[in-house]
Structure formats: C-alpha cells, structure tokens
C-alpha cells in the first residue's frame, strides 16, 4: 500500500461536500441565548482530524436545519467537544457510524442517538438515511445533495422518535 499516492477522485468529492455542508455554520453569528439543545457528534477517527471536526459540524447543521424543517422552534448549539457540553442543557448525542459512497452509487448516512437530560440517558437507537446519487454523474454538486439527502432522511427519523416518544419539549409531529 502507497500511502503517497494522490487521493481519489471520492475522497476528493467527500471533502468538497463536507467543506459545502460546514459553510453556512460559518456564516452563523455567534447566539447570544443558550440553546435549548445542545447537539455532539462523535465521529470514527480518521488521519486528518480537521475533517473529523468538519464531518461533525456538518451533521449537526443537517440536525439543526431538518429539525427545523420538522417544526421544532428551539435553538440547536453545537458542542464540538465533550468540554463544552453544559450539564443544564440536553444533550443529543450522535455516534456516526458511517456517512459514505456504497459500492450501489448511493450515500448511506447511519448513526446511533443518544438524549441525556441531567443524569438519566436514553438511547434513542439506530438511524439510517439514504441519498441517491448517480455514479455515472461527476458532478459534486449532486454528490453533495446526496449526502445532505441521507442525513435529512435519517434526521427526520430521528425527529419522529423524539416527537413520538415525547422525549423533549418542542417536538410536535406534523398533521398532514
């Protein structure tokens, strides 16, 4: 195994997503309230730890964005570190399994949910969203909608679990 050798045209596309889903949490003022939640994202390690960060970020904003989309009118903030987590304020933790091309063409985003409110944990599960993406397309525009795609699919499900089970104050499901 090289491990010079230049990197694939995938992980390539991988970091250009990542650094595409980052960026509207960069643009974010700084909130001057405590957030209502506050979201933790545990990532598998890679060589580059700045991606790790960037992975993460990334996917609490799908959470944050999605759980809008779903009605949820509190305010999300993002722990990027267990030091940062206040003890006063739930905690959503997500442990991401994996958030990748498969060998079919889509992107298959899993991960296991965890809410802790004060002293009591309860685990939530396991959640699994897909995004179509067509692998004869080289377009990174459509690479990084799949992406988003499986973490909106999987986000929601997750949303109806809280909602559902009445975990939080806040998650209501929609009438349709």
Not at 47 to 67: G, H, K
Request: net charge positive.
């Amino acid at each position: 195994m090289n491990i010079l050798r230049p990197p694939s045209h995938l992980s390539l596309a991988f970091i250009g997503a990542c650094a595409l889903l980052v960026s509207p949490l960069a643009a974010k003022p700084a909130a001057t309230e405590e957030p209502a939640l506050q979201a933790f994202v545990s990532v598998p390690p890679t060589f580059r730890p700045m991606l790790d960060d960037d992975i993460a970020r990334a996917l609490a904003y799908r959470m944050e964005e999605t759980f809008r989309r779903q009605g949820y009118q509190g305010t999300v903030g993002f722990a990027a570190h267990p030091g940062d987590i206040k003890a006063s304020i739930p905690v959503l933790e997500l442990t991401l399994t994996e958030w990748r091309l498969d060998m079919t063409g889509n992107v298959q985003c899993t991960f296991s949910a965890k809410l802790t409110q004060g002293k009591a944990e309860t685990g939530l599960g396991l959640f699994m969203g897909t995004g179509i993406h067509w692998t004869h397309t080289r377009d990174r525009w459509r690479l990084a909608g799949a992406y988003e795609d499986s973490a909106n699919d999987a986000m929601k499900d997750l949303y109806r679990k809280i909602a559902t089970d009445k975990l939080l104050p806040g998650f209501e499901l929609k009438r349709k």
